[in-house]
């Protein structure tokens, strides 16, 4: 990655599937930047198709590329425990997600994204899938209530039936009630990482900030290099040096409010 044609960092992908490998999609940290020290490096496992893509694939792709630009553009930092994706647990996935909006843009996938015949990928089709994204939308955020209630309650109540515990958690908060025997914190793999475990709540909160860190940027024209450089400089590069609420504020010039997310919920 360069920076005015000064090297600032390297980064590894690996986005096929194989026999062995990772199933999930991740971006992992190899070495930590520190100014005048060394450079950051940070590699992607993915497990994406070859060939086309479906829209989901391509915004996980990058959603974990936000993760990257984050470790990277915070590595000429003077401490190691600031570089990198190092903000407070209930902040570090605000920059994924915020990344998450490019490729929902028309003008940003029809630079890249097309059919087998290589014709451009339509607006209007790109308006249907926006569209379509706003189905769901109360269910899925319902959806990520029940399971940060589930983690919480598994690590500070400690019960001895962890199913029936988190099938009370889904059934306090969805409209579908879950099937018997179905064992959600078998397959609940949050749970058993050191960085989330009872604090699975901070992707919900980090969706949050994102929506109100993302109302900063032109929709129409989010190839703007002025707002994209001020996010850049005072918000990823910073690390973890600053509290995340401080980043929110000397980027937005106030305090975060979750009006945006309010608005998207209701599919605005």
Known sequence: MLRDDERIGRFHLDLHPRDGKYTHAAHFPLARGLAGVQLPQSALLCNLPRGLLVLDDVVTLFHEFGHLLNSILSGRLRWARDAGVATERDFV??????????????QVLRRFAVDRDGTR??????????DADRLGRATLMAQQVALSEMAYRLHEELPEDLTASGEA???RHLPVQPLPDTHHHAAFTHLADER???GYYAY???FVI????FSAFD???LRSAGTAHRYRDRV???GGSRDGHDLVQDFLGRPLRPDRFHQWLSGR
């Open 93 to 106: 996935e605000a920059p994924a997600f915020m990344l998450e909006e490019w490729p929902r843009n028309p």
């Open 121 to 130: 990928i339509s607006v209007e089709l790109v308006d249907r899938m926006r």
């Open 169 to 171: 958690s889904i059934a």
């Open 196 to 198: 989330y475990a009872s």
């Open 204 to 206: 919900l909160w980090s």
């Open 210 to 213: 994102a929506k109100d860190l």
């Open 219 to 221: 929709p129409d024209d």
């Open 236 to 238: 990823l590069a910073a």
